[in-house]
């Protein structure tokens, strides 16, 4: 897969990760960009996030964005914003960039120091590798994912959006360690791309979650350098998330253990935010995340998750279905339970709700809970 037309990537082994894996990378744009950002909620934000917030409301354009993985650079001090700083001013002097010209991504172990002299070493290397390929850089901002994650969507006049992220634990968005990165040649208009994106993130990634934990370093950005000219605004933005959409159900599906994707699809809420959030504590659930893992269609679970959620409902107007089969509607329904069981087996796992309640729908994307996810988390760091 290529970036869209002027932007290049570099990535190398810079020595951030014990692995020797490559850690450091960059994207960089041959022109000025026009962009969105949403950072996390967190309150112990990392600096990068932090950062990247104040470039923001700045509205200054960009041109490019560097990530090292391995150390997330979170409580670090006055320190940790230094390094920040440092990591982003090093790169807009090696590629010739006004300042603030370049964000900032950390990912990895929080509570660690940057290594700088690797980082600075590293990032005077980066000018020497630059191409148009994704996969390099897909890969270096990988932590505990097993795989890459890219997507792309062109449009009717030529331009083309290409996106990338990461993450597979500590994942519950609120806008995981996640970040997600989508990159254009269109021409868009910065203020209506801004006025957009919370919506998008809203409904893509905001309704992702692998474990209940929120990261200190959750990102999602937009850039577009107009390389391509201008575009139709709408078309952009139904392809801009339809982008983000499936980066969302990548990382669901990659969640640390994991070995299915759950898909709860909410409708008849009270309104739309509703409805993401019955849908969201569907997915983030143990006990319906665990009957998933065990072909279980124990749909009491969904019953429970959606009753806590907050969200408005008419039982007995309230309908269920697994895997495309009816298991409640108001009461409960005869079923095949060991059909269903059987069904339940397939790579994606997808809970039908009906709140009853409204005309509103939304969707939120999870995984199964299995062992493994406590064997990856007990042995982190050690």
């Given at each position: 897969?290529?970036?869209?037309?002027?932007?290049?990537?570099?990535?190398?082994?810079?020595?951030?990760?014990?692995?020797?894996?490559?850690?450091?990378s960059?994207?960089?744009?041959?022109?000025?960009?026009?962009?969105?950002?949403?950072?996390?909620?967190?309150?112990?934000?990392?600096?990068?996030?932090?950062?990247?917030?104040?470039?923001?409301?700045?509205?200054?354009?960009?041109?490019?964005?560097?990530?090292?993985?391995?150390?997330?650079?979170?409580?670090?001090?006055?320190?940790?914003?230094?390094?920040?700083?440092?990591?982003?001013?090093?790169?807009?002097?090696?590629?010739?960039?006004?300042?603030?010209?370049?964000?900032?991504?950390?990912?990895?172990?929080?509570?660690?120091?940057?290594?700088?002299?690797?980082?600075?070493?590293?990032?005077?290397?980066?000018?020497?590798?630059l191409?148009?390929?994704?996969?390099?850089?897909?890969?270096?901002?990988?932590?505990?994912?097993?795989?890459?994650?890219?997507?792309?969507?062109?449009?009717?006049?030529?331009?083309?959006?290409?996106?990338?992220?990461?993450?597979?634990?500590?994942?519950h968005?609120?806008?995981?360690?996640?970040?997600?990165?989508?990159?254009?040649?269109?021409?868009?208009?910065?203020?209506?791309?801004?006025?957009?994106?919370?919506?998008?993130?809203?409904?893509?990634?905001?309704?992702?979650?692998?474990?209940?934990d929120?990261?200190?370093?959750?990102?999602a950005?937009?850039?577009?350098?107009?390389?391509?000219?201008?575009?139709?605004?709408?078309?952009?933005?139904?392809?801009?998330?339809?982008?983000?959409?499936?980066?969302?159900?990548?990382?669901?599906?990659?969640?640390?253990?994991?070995?299915?994707?759950?898909?709860?699809?909410?409708?008849?809420?009270?309104s739309?935010?509703?409805?993401?959030?019955?849908?969201?504590?569907c997915?983030?659930?143990?006990?319906?995340?665990?009957?998933?893992?065990?072909?279980?269609?124990?749909?009491?679970?969904?019953?429970?998750?959606?009753?806590r959620?907050?969200?408005?409902?008419?039982?007995?107007?309230?309908?269920?279905?697994?895997?495309?089969?009816?298991?409640?509607?108001?009461?409960?329904?005869?079923?095949?339970?060991?059909?269903?069981?059987?069904?339940?087996?397939?790579?994606?796992?997808?809970?039908?709700?009906?709140?009853?309640?409204?005309?509103?729908?939304?969707?939120?994307?999870?995984c199964?809970?299995?062992?493994?996810?406590?064997?990856?988390?007990?042995?982190?760091?050690?």
């Amino acid at each position: 897969m290529k970036f869209p037309q002027g932007f290049r990537s570099a990535a190398l082994a810079a020595g951030i990760k014990p692995s020797g894996k490559t850690d450091l990378s960059c994207v960089v744009s041959d022109r000025p960009c026009s962009w969105a950002f949403a950072g996390t909620r967190s309150t112990t934000a990392a600096a990068c996030v932090t950062r990247n917030r104040e470039v923001y409301a700045s509205t200054r354009p960009v041109r490019a964005i560097v990530v090292n993985a391995g150390n997330a650079n979170a409580a670090t001090g006055r320190q940790g914003a230094r390094d920040n700083r440092d990591m982003a001013e090093a790169a807009e002097s090696v590629f010739e960039l006004p300042r603030d010209a370049a964000l900032t991504a950390s990912t990895g172990i929080i509570g660690h120091l940057l290594p700088m002299d690797r980082v600075l070493s590293g990032l005077e290397h980066l000018p020497d590798d630059l191409s148009d390929d994704v996969g390099a850089f897909a890969t270096a901002i990988m932590t505990t994912d097993t795989r890459p994650k890219t997507a792309t969507a062109t449009l009717s006049s030529g331009a083309q959006i290409v996106g990338t992220a990461k993450g597979s634990g500590m994942i519950h968005p609120d806008m995981a360690t996640m970040f997600a990165f989508a990159f254009s040649d269109a021409q868009v208009d910065q203020a209506a791309l801004r006025e957009a994106f919370p919506g998008i993130v809203s409904r893509t990634f905001n309704a992702v979650t692998v474990d209940g934990d929120t990261s200190t370093n959750d990102m999602a950005v937009a850039i577009c350098n107009g390389a391509a000219g201008e575009v139709d605004l709408a078309e952009f933005l139904t392809a801009l998330e339809t982008v983000m959409r499936d980066l969302a159900r990548q990382i669901a599906a990659d969640g640390e253990g994991a070995t299915k994707l759950l898909t709860v699809q909410v409708s008849g809420a009270a309104s739309e935010q509703e409805a993401l959030t019955a849908a969201r504590t569907c997915c983030v659930s143990p006990l319906l995340k665990s009957a998933v893992h065990g072909n279980d269609p124990n749909w009491g679970r969904v019953i429970m998750a959606v009753g806590r959620s907050g969200a408005a409902v008419n039982v007995e107007a309230m309908t269920v279905s697994v895997q495309g089969v009816p298991v409640f509607a108001g009461k409960p329904l005869d079923y095949d339970a060991r059909a269903v069981s059987e069904s339940m087996k397939a790579e994606e796992v997808v809970f039908e709700v009906n709140l009853g309640a409204g005309e509103a729908h939304g969707e939120a994307w999870g995984c199964d809970l299995s062992g493994d996810y406590v064997v990856i988390n007990a042995e982190y760091t050690t």
